[in-house]
């Protein structure tokens, strides 16, 4: 069975911490693994990742993946209280219809 | 539009009564996906359209759930006789599908809209 599994579950840190998301995943026929931030309203895009080894930045954010061991993490350096949300990560599945297996998400908290 | 556009963003209604969510995707995308969040779970996906045809619904829970896309733009999910269980988030996502040549498709990120939240009483 297809999943995706992400640790911790939830995550308390000061303004200027650095944190880091893990993400595992057993999917039959992987294609790419996308990283979500969710606040209270939809997933917006962060990452999509399809080649090991190479890391995706966006400012202060940046990911990486690993085939071989099929896990990726997500990176924030200097957190800010904007960045407090749950942080998804899901896989696309090879097929007709190329679904996104999700997993329950981190729930991050940057306290001031 | 801009964005994925769904609605209404709150639905209540009484176990047993039929509801009708709608979703209009980016525009100008062929592929869309309806998915079901329960409270702190990842989304599950539910069903899937290229264009106007449903090449995917094995996610459906139960044959009381519907969904169509007659011209191959807006989607309509219908869940009959609702029950409980069905309380949820219901999110839409849409995504392009660039032709790459020789029968290959580039593989393309999904843009979610804000859901629907659908409470069951």
């Known amino acids: 069975e297809d999943k995706v599994v992400q640790s911790p579950l939830s995550l308390v840190v000061h303004e200027g911490d650095t944190v880091t998301l893990n993400c595992s995943y057993e999917?039959?026929?992987?294609?790419?693994l996308l990283w979500y931030k969710q606040e209270k309203k939809a997933p917006t895009f962060l990452f999509m990742l399809t080649s090991s080894g190479i890391e995706k930045k966006s400012g202060r954010l940046s990911s990486i993946l690993d085939k071989k061991e099929l896990f990726s993490i997500l990176n924030i350096t200097a957190t800010q209280t904007g960045d407090s949300a749950v942080y998804l990560c899901a896989v696309v599945k090879g097929g007709a219809t190329n679904k996104l297996i999700f997993g329950t998400g981190t729930l991050l908290a940057v306290q001031p | 539009g801009a964005g994925v556009s769904q609605s209404p963003r709150y639905k209540v209604a009484k176990r047993g009564q039929d509801v009708a969510l709608r979703c209009d995707p980016i525009?100008?995308?062929?592929?869309l996906f309806w998915y079901q969040q329960a409270l702190g779970q990842g989304p599950e996906f539910l069903t899937y359209f290229q264009n106007e045809a449903q090449l995917d619904k094995s996610g459906l829970p139960s044959d009381r759930f519907f969904a169509e896309r007659p011209e191959g733009s807006v989607s309509t999910l219908k869940i009959q006789r609702t029950q409980q269980e069905d309380s949820a988030v219901y999110l839409c996502?849409?995504?392009?599908?660039?032709?790459?040549?020789?029968?290959?498709?580039?593989?393309?990120?999904?843009?979610f809209g804000d859901g629907t939240r659908l409470s069951i009483l």
């Open positions: 525009s100008g995308h062929v592929s």
């Open positions: 999917v039959t026929n992987f294609r790419s």
């Open positions: 996502a849409s995504s392009s599908r660039p032709y790459t040549g020789q029968g290959g498709y580039s593989n393309q990120p999904q843009h």
